[in-house]
């Protein structure tokens, strides 16, 4: 049985989002959408989306990219490689970097899928996450490689590391399950 107290505290909530539901569409009169003035041009508009958004991308690859190089300079460091070990520290590094992307006119790609049928567009995405699956082993034979020629101490560290870099910092922390951002638990509730 619900005790009263959450029961008035849920009747509010379900009023409350009764009344705002209703009084959008009671304050919301169904009319058609201004008509465009004579001189206005939608076309040369359009355009400027897809651009700022390919741009956008762009920064976001390039900080990518640049955290990635942080990244790598980082466990390096922590690692103290010898001089021996720098031939399986490059074939490592080489095989963490993202594939070139493809260049070509911007949201030419998107365009292009959306004039698939179904069956092209299930076909299209099978050969990616193959192409991705490939990239993964690829990076998994590099580890492996890159790990055998580690010492133990040196194991270790990067045993630590990479448990960072996948997010197993516990759960709720950066990265875990709980997401980017620290979530502290619910206190334990009361009988």
Known sequence: MIPSRKSL??????ASATFASSGAFAQAPLTAPPAP??????????????????ANRAERFE???????????????????????????NSFSTAQQPPA????QPGADRAEFAKLTT??????????QAERS??????????????AALSPEQQKTFDAESMQRF?????GG????????????PPPAKG
């Open 9 to 14: 505290l849920w009747a509010g909530l379900l």
């Open 37 to 54: 003035a004579a001189n206005a041009q939608p076309a040369a508009q359009a355009p400027a989306k897809p651009q700022r958004h390919e």
């Open 63 to 89: 900080r990518m990219q640049a955290h990635r190089a942080q990244r790598l300079a980082a466990l390096k460091e922590k690692l103290k490689l010898t001089p021996a070990q720098e031939g399986a520290w």
């Open 101 to 104: 992307r493809p260049a070509g």
């Open 119 to 128: 069956p092209q567009r299930l076909d299209r995405m099978q050969a990616r």
């Open 134 to 147: 490939a990239m993964f082993a690829k990076r998994a034979v590099a580890t492996r490689s890159f790990y």
């Open 167 to 171: 997010g197993h910092r516990g759960a």
């Open 174 to 185: 950066p990265g875990g399950p709980g997401g980017h951002h620290h979530h502290p638990a």
